[in-house]
């Protein structure tokens, strides 16, 4: 059976905590600046997807700190998450490549 | 905490409510502070508040499909997500008919809302199909909330609906419901085709359609009393784990269904038969031997 395609949310998110562990707010800021402002995910849809992702195995919790009284938990890649995005990642160029190919060859990008 | 932050904090774990109990135990005080930090008001804006409650729904269905391993409850909510708006149609028909009575003697005009007031709600989950066959999960599951809503109103509530007695409309409203709980629990109507595959999907809209022309023909009753049922037990491949599970989940609309293409005056009843039938069949499929252990 092959792969589910990662969605667009899944594969900012797993972006974002490519660099380094971020936490909850960090991970929303980080997928606002990665998309330039076009996807900006609420706290449902993000913790909705971190659930999944957990459940998959792609992320796992990196360290707790506590602010003003307030839990932050950090996440960070696991291998497995690495290695999917990466794979997805290829794919994504793979098809951009081939469509800019194909464009050119239409005469309808320069 | 007192004040406005404490006042926003409160409503925030109430909306926090809509999360699984060993969901909140672990994450509820790391979510404050994400939607402290983000807050915009005083208030959680109603994007933001749908977002928590579908995202609280999901995180429930999740955890609880994931007490079936392997059982097959994840694509046949999935595929139940892509079949509800394709099932529903049937029971937009007497509208259809009159909407096209309409337009043969009156022209394009509106006058077949004051007979049909439940046309919106129809057409929105019309709208709810394309954008789940699109693959836009999150609008398809809102479009398809807002349907199932409004059409359990419209069916059951409006006083002078005149194409629909009130419990006529059992299939439909179960139907509808089943619908926007699979659309915003499951992973959507894309991944349900995946699993059903393009032809048996084809068969289905087809077996619908057949049901909707039929309405005008001499014994539609039979018609439609036989076609879709079949068309849908075939299609649904009954022989795998997956299909048994979509039956199961469709058997309380498809119960009603039944009980009132035979004998409407069954009345309010008709809704109390439906789930005893459909509870039963669901313990049958629950208690057969290795059934939720069975190989896709």
């Known amino acids: 059976m092959t792969e589910r395609r990662l969605q667009e949310p899944s594969f900012l998110i797993l972006t974002a905590l490519a660099a380094a562990p971020l936490h909850g707010y960090g991970i929303m800021a980080e997928v606002a600046s990665i998309s330039a402002g076009r996807v900006r995910l609420r706290a449902g849809t993000l913790y909705a997807a971190l659930d999944r992702l957990r459940t998959d195995g792609l992320i796992e919790v990196d360290r707790e700190d506590v602010v003003d009284t307030r839990l932050r938990r950090f996440y960070r890649l696991t291998p497995d998450g690495a290695a999917r995005l990466a794979a997805e990642a290829e794919l994504l160029r793979g098809n951009a490549d081939a469509a800019v190919r194909r464009l050119r060859l239409a005469g309808g990008a320069t | ?296």
């Open chain 2, 1 to 296: 905490m007192t004040g406005p932050d404490g006042a926003l904090e409160r409503r925030y774990r109430r909306l926090l409510a809509w999360y699984p109990r060993a969901y909140r135990a672990e994450h509820e005080d790391e979510m404050l502070g994400v939607l402290l930090a983000g807050a915009a008001g005083r208030r959680p804006g109603l994007g933001e508040r749908a977002d928590l409650v579908l995202g609280g729904l999901r995180i429930r269905a999740r955890h609880a499909v994931r007490a079936f391993p392997g059982s097959g409850v994840a694509d046949a909510l999935a595929a139940v997500s892509l079949l509800v708006p394709v099932l529903l149609l049937p029971g937009a028909a007497r509208g259809l008919h009159e909407v096209a009575w309409w337009l043969r003697h009156d022209g394009v005009s509106a006058n077949f809302l004051l007979t049909f007031p439940a046309a919106p709600a129809w057409a929105l989950w019309l709208v709810a199909a394309v954008l789940g066959l699109l693959g836009r999960r999150r609008a398809a599951a809102v479009a398809a909330v807002v349907a199932a809503a409004a059409l359990s109103v419209l069916l059951t509530v409006h006083p002078v609906d005149s194409l629909y007695l009130p419990w006529e409309v059992a299939p439909w409203v179960l139907l509808s419901l089943l619908g926007a709980v699979a659309a915003v629990t499951s992973a959507g109507a894309r991944r349900g085709l995946a699993w059903l595959g393009a032809l048996r999907y084809g068969v289905l809209v087809a077996a619908s359609v057949l049901v909707v022309a039929a309405q005008e023909l001499p014994y539609q009753g039979l018609a439609a009393l036989w076609l879709l049922p079949v068309a849908v037990v075939l299609a649904c491949r009954p022989a795998t784990r997956t299909g048994r599970w979509v039956l199961a989940l469709l058997a309380l609309p498809g119960t009603a269904y039944l009980i009132v293409l035979r004998d409407y005056r069954a009345g309010w009843a008709g809704y109390g038969i439906s789930a005893a039938v459909a509870a039963a069949l669901i313990c049958l499929l629950w208690t057969v031997p290795g059934l939720r252990r069975t190989a896709d």
